[in-house]
């Protein structure tokens, strides 16, 4: 599989092909965002996650598919394209000027790279603000989207709402339909903090208005960085009924190293350093005070871009997460090393562990140093105290290579069972779903031959019975000679195949996605 191949767009809807029976009551559409575009003219991005945005949806109505895919045209899409060559820097990638271009020009390139206007190539995932749809990656720029034509709409800056440099593209959402996220606010006052924020759901006054989404976006907590010109790099973050958890690990970015990248010929990404020797910061935040609690939650060095699930039992408040030893996950969505066996057993390559972690927040007053404060049956996670109001964490490790965790949405920040993802044993380049039972630690798989399936994603049966009724989507690259790529509906409690609808165009690696049903 070619992963610096130029996709091809099919804006237009088309009908996908069905085998099997899709349920009746699956109405909605899936939407995924992936980069899509690699090279421009003579230039050619050095990394895959800088890719331009390629948006694809499959659309459900009364047991058919519809599929359709358009590039973001994003003004960074916009700039490439008018140039001919790639002129917008991206985090893999510095874009240099034509070499024909005069001093004044380089001055002014220059400059925007040392306190950098960052790219809106929103390739990373697409979510909600209010009744809106955006394509996102991580910077401060978002561009809404029309989520039934993938037209691109505005162009939306973070800075005028939030002072948020950077922010994750994984929010989540409570019954109410606010969502709430995490950004990094970089030096603003001469401090650099992160800001947990919460963009309400369209109130009654302004439904039916075109009010921008952010305009009523709250700052709900702001968590001082433990050191100033270096924040943690935050992919995702922990939410339950009463909670928010945010994960300060040792992998930073360096803001004096990005701010001379562009002048020393090194890519931003470069600046992002692994310290093995620090220890990892939990920050327990009370969603209703944006108070921190009181106590202080340490564990070893690790690297997170997923939570998968959070929820409170009794005086404790348990989270899941995908961690990784270090941080060659990036190093290895580099185009270079992607066209060297993609797919297969790579030295350097470390698989990530499912690791559950349990924090007591009960006072620790009268209770002994050394004692583990977790008093919970069904994990061996562990808290002990190191003095007053200070814990050591020590997780349970249920798996190991699972990736891009999907859960029953309904059951965020709840207790749960089951969790849907990738098989990442061998290489981040997945060949197998699988449904794991975080409760008997069984796995159930779904796989084909020379076919690379997506992120699942779970879609609840309306009034289920249970957690797992539903079904799970993925899109499949299949690279077996003379056959379609398609999207497999999986059975959520069998794990078995349902339906499968091939597309008549070709379908390409992406990242994230949301499913809309129909109505929402």
Excluded at 375 to 398: H, I, M, N, P
Excluded at 463 to 490: A, C, K, M, Y
Aim: aromatic letters at 12%.
């Amino acid at each position: 599989m070619d992963f610096s191949k130029n996709a091809t767009e099919r804006p237009e809807p088309s009908k996908a092909e069905v085998k099997g029976t899709i349920p009746n009551w699956l109405q909605g559409t899936l939407l995924r965002n992936g980069p899509g575009i690699f090279s421009v003219g003579e230039t050619s991005y050095e990394h895959w996650f800088d890719g331009m945005s390629l948006m694809t949806s499959f659309s459900f109505k009364d047991g058919e598919i519809t599929h359709r895919s358009r590039f973001l045209r994003s003004d960074t899409y916009n700039a490439n394209m008018g140039a001919g060559r790639i002129v917008v820097s991206e985090m893999g990638t510095m874009a240099y000027p034509d070499p024909s271009k005069n001093f004044i020009f380089k001055a002014i390139t220059f400059l925007n790279h040392t306190v950098p206007d960052f790219t809106d190539n929103g390739s990373s995932n697409i979510i909600k603000y209010g009744d809106d749809y955006f394509a996102t990656s991580e910077t401060n720029y978002i561009r809404k989207i029309d989520p039934v034509t993938l037209e691109t709409q505005d162009k939306v800056d973070y800075m005028k709402y939030l002072p948020v440099n950077l922010a994750s593209s994984h929010p989540h959402y409570d019954k109410e339909g606010n969502a709430y996220n995490i950004g990094i606010s970089i030096a603003e006052k001469g401090k650099t903090k992160y800001i947990l924020f919460k963009v309400p759901a369209v109130s009654a006054k302004d439904k039916g208005k075109t009010v921008p989404a952010l305009k009523n976006v709250e700052a709900i907590s702001t968590v001082s960085c433990r050191s100033l010109l270096t924040p943690s790099y935050c992919h995702s973050i922990g939410f339950t009924d009463n909670y928010i958890i945010f994960v300060e690990q040792p992998f930073k970015l360096d803001i004096l190293k990005m701010a001379t990248a562009y002048m020393r010929g090194v890519n931003w990404a470069s600046c992002i350093k692994f310290c093995p020797d620090e220890n990892t910061l939990i920050h327990l935040i009370d969603r209703r005070t944006g108070k921190e609690v009181d106590m202080k939650y340490y564990t070893g060095s690790m690297v997170i871009y997923h939570h998968v699930n959070a929820f409170e039992d009794g005086d404790h408040v348990v989270f899941d997460v995908i961690a990784y030893n270090d941080n060659k996950l990036y190093d290895m969505f580099y185009l270079k090393n992607l066209k060297n066996d993609a797919g297969s057993q790579d030295s350097a390559y470390s698989k990530p562990s499912f690791k559950r972690f349990a924090l007591p927040i009960k006072s620790d007053k009268g209770v002994g140093v050394g004692e583990n404060l977790v008093k919970l049956k069904y994990t061996t996670a562990s808290a002990v105290k190191e003095k007053e109001g200070k814990f050591t964490c020590q997780s349970e490790v249920l798996c190991e290579g699972f990736e891009l965790p999907r859960i029953n949405y309904d059951f965020n920040g709840k207790k749960y069972q089951f969790v849907y993802g990738n098989i990442v044993e061998e290489s981040a380049l997945s060949k197998q779903v699988a449904k794991f039972d975080t409760e008997t630690k069984s796995m159930l798989y779904w796989d084909e031959e020379n076919c690379w399936p997506s992120e699942p994603i779970f879609v609840p049966r309306p009034n289920g019975e249970s957690e797992d009724d539903g079904v799970v989507l993925s899109s499949v690259i299949n690279s077996n000679p003379g056959q379609s790529s398609f999207l497999v509906i999986l059975d959520g409690r069998t794990f078995k195949e349902v339906a499968r609808a091939y597309v008549n165009a070709e379908l390409y690696k992406d990242m994230h996605g949301i499913f809309i049903p129909q109505g929402k």
